[in-house]
């Protein structure tokens, strides 16, 4: 069966369109006209959605809300009684995505020769995080899959909030130094060249005024070339930042400056208790569920870390002397983690860690906001200042000469 786009005209005369599900063109067309519609065009829903161009690839790509999504509503249908095929099937009938409809169709080809769930689901090649594929199965095993893939949705939504957060509080700053940046591009480039006679009729300017209205004369004589350097820089800093291990890297050097380091250290220490708790919670082993948690952890020196301890927890050690040894949390993490251990509620302390933990990075923020942008400002308008003075002892200058 196949999904069909059509376009027809009801008895009044009036273009609709939808969808309607079909073996093949014709017997589409048929199921049209039984609703009383003249069907005017029906082609395959793929072909009838898929974008061209540049749009085409964009639109195409997967995205985390999308596999939210589809983890959401299959959860939904399971935990309202759904059959797991049924469910699985609607998912590739009605899913907004040709790759997920593609993938839930295959996932579905591979339920009916009797595969499990969380095999069929690791072939559809998903770009699914670690953890997912774990507790799909351990709610297998258990017999709580509704509840596995509703937890897997929440922790991929956690993960990308913490993202988006990231990008918002960096948002605003980035642009105003970008602005920042533009404005004394414009300055040397087109502001300073006006007064770059000046250097003609005073021959003893003094070092400021003489220093920027070389720049602005170099600046304008060879602005293509810097344009072509600027260009390049930054799409090497592309290029380079889209391996894992130089963003990696460059996460690990953030956490040095003051605030915003421990801004990163919190959220990457909140995204970890997250994952372990959702992971305890289903059932996982302890060993296993440290490990997929570690996975979870950017920074290369924390994951080593927690590696280290988990290394020491499957000697013997409890889970919180072994963090504590590796410096890994706060005192109060330390504490929370070892009451969870000692009451058998480790997977609500670990959860409660993580708020704690987001709450604390969250006022980070703020905090590390609140320096940024006067430090931005004051940086911005201190180099335009200095151009400005510069221009104007040169313009004062050369009035001392004429007189």
């Given at each position: 069966?196949?999904?069909?786009?059509?376009?027809?005209?009801?008895?009044?005369?009036?273009?609709?369109?939808?969808?309607?599900?079909?073996?093949?063109?014709?017997e589409?067309?048929?199921?049209?006209?039984?609703?009383?519609?003249?069907?005017?065009?029906?082609?395959?829903?793929?072909?009838?959605?898929?974008?061209?161009?540049?749009?085409?690839?964009?639109?195409?790509k997967?995205?985390?809300?999308?596999?939210i999504?589809?983890?959401?509503?299959?959860?939904t249908?399971?935990?309202?009684?759904?059959?797991?095929?049924?469910?699985?099937?609607?998912?590739?009938?009605?899913?907004?995505?040709?790759?997920?409809?593609?993938?839930?169709?295959?996932?579905?080809?591979?339920?009916?020769?009797?595969q499990?769930?969380?095999?069929?689901?690791?072939?559809?090649?998903?770009?699914?995080?670690?953890?997912?594929?774990?507790?799909?199965?351990?709610?297998?095993?258990?017999?709580?899959?509704?509840?596995?893939?509703?937890?897997?949705?929440?922790?991929?939504?956690?993960?990308?909030?913490?993202?988006?957060?990231?990008?918002?509080?960096?948002?605003?700053?980035?642009?105003?130094?970008?602005?920042?940046?533009?404005?004394?591009?414009?300055?040397?480039?087109?502001?300073?060249?006006?007064?770059?006679?000046?250097?003609?009729?005073?021959?003893?300017?003094?070092?400021?005024?003489?220093?920027?209205?070389?720049?602005?004369?170099?600046?304008?004589?060879?602005?293509?070339?810097?344009?072509?350097?600027?260009?390049?820089?930054?799409?090497?800093?592309?290029?380079?930042?889209r391996?894992?291990?130089?963003?990696?890297?460059?996460?690990?050097?953030?956490?040095?400056?003051?605030?915003?380091g421990t801004?990163?250290?919190?959220a990457?220490?909140?995204?970890?208790?997250?994952?372990?708790?959702?992971?305890?919670?289903?059932?996982?082993?302890?060993?296993?569920?440290?490990?997929?948690?570690?996975?979870?952890?950017?920074?290369?020196?924390?994951?080593?870390?927690?590696?280290?301890?988990?290394?020491?927890?499957?000697?013997?050690?409890?889970?919180?002397?072994?963090?504590?040894?590796?410096?890994?949390?706060?005192?109060?993490?330390?504490n929370?983690?070892?009451v969870?251990?000692?009451?058998?509620?480790?997977?609500?302390?670990?959860?409660?860690?993580?708020?704690?933990?987001?709450?604390?990075?969250?006022?980070?923020?703020?905090?590390?906001?609140?320096?940024?942008?006067?430090?931005?400002?004051?940086?911005?308008?201190?180099?335009?200042?200095?151009?400005?003075?510069?221009?104007?002892?040169?313009?004062?200058?050369?009035?001392?000469?004429?007189?």
């Amino acid at each position: 069966m196949r999904r069909f786009r059509y376009q027809a005209l009801n008895s009044e005369g009036v273009k609709l369109d939808g969808e309607v599900v079909a073996a093949g063109e014709r017997e589409a067309a048929r199921s049209i006209e039984q609703r009383g519609l003249m069907p005017l065009s029906v082609k395959p829903a793929d072909e009838q959605a898929a974008p061209s161009g540049v749009l085409a690839g964009r639109k195409a790509k997967l995205n985390a809300q999308d596999l939210i999504l589809a983890l959401q509503e299959l959860s939904t249908l399971l935990a309202a009684g759904v059959g797991l095929a049924d469910a699985v099937n609607a998912q590739a009938r009605s899913n907004p995505h040709p790759k997920m409809r593609d993938a839930f169709t295959g996932i579905a080809a591979a339920l009916r020769q009797g595969q499990p769930f969380s095999q069929a689901l690791a072939q559809a090649k998903l770009p699914l995080p670690r953890y997912v594929d774990t507790l799909v199965r351990s709610g297998e095993k258990a017999g709580l899959l509704a509840k596995s893939l509703a937890d897997a949705a929440a922790q991929m939504d956690y993960d990308r909030s913490v993202r988006n957060e990231m990008r918002q509080a960096l948002t605003y700053p980035v642009v105003l130094v970008l602005a920042g940046i533009g404005a004394v591009v414009m300055m040397f480039t087109y502001v300073v060249p006006k007064f770059a006679t000046l250097l003609k009729r005073a021959e003893d300017l003094p070092w400021l005024a003489s220093a920027v209205l070389n720049t602005g004369m170099f600046a304008r004589e060879n602005f293509l070339w810097i344009s072509i350097v600027m260009i390049g820089v930054v799409l090497a800093a592309s290029l380079v930042l889209r391996r894992p291990a130089a963003r990696a890297n460059l996460l690990q050097s953030m956490e040095r400056i003051p605030v915003l380091g421990t801004w990163r250290i919190e959220a990457e220490v909140a995204a970890w208790a997250r994952v372990l708790a959702t992971l305890l919670g289903n059932r996982v082993p302890m060993l296993e569920a440290l490990a997929l948690s570690a996975e979870s952890v950017a920074s290369p020196r924390r994951r080593a870390r927690l590696e280290e301890s988990t290394r020491a927890v499957r000697g013997g050690r409890t889970l919180a002397d072994a963090l504590e040894e590796q410096g890994t949390l706060s005192p109060t993490g330390y504490n929370l983690i070892r009451v969870g251990e000692q009451s058998g509620e480790l997977p609500a302390m670990l959860d409660s860690l993580a708020k704690l933990y987001r709450e604390s990075g969250r006022t980070r923020m703020k905090q590390f906001l609140t320096l940024l942008e006067p430090v931005a400002i004051l940086l911005i308008g201190g180099v335009i200042g200095i151009i400005m003075t510069g221009i104007i002892l040169a313009i004062t200058s050369a009035n001392d000469i004429a007189v």
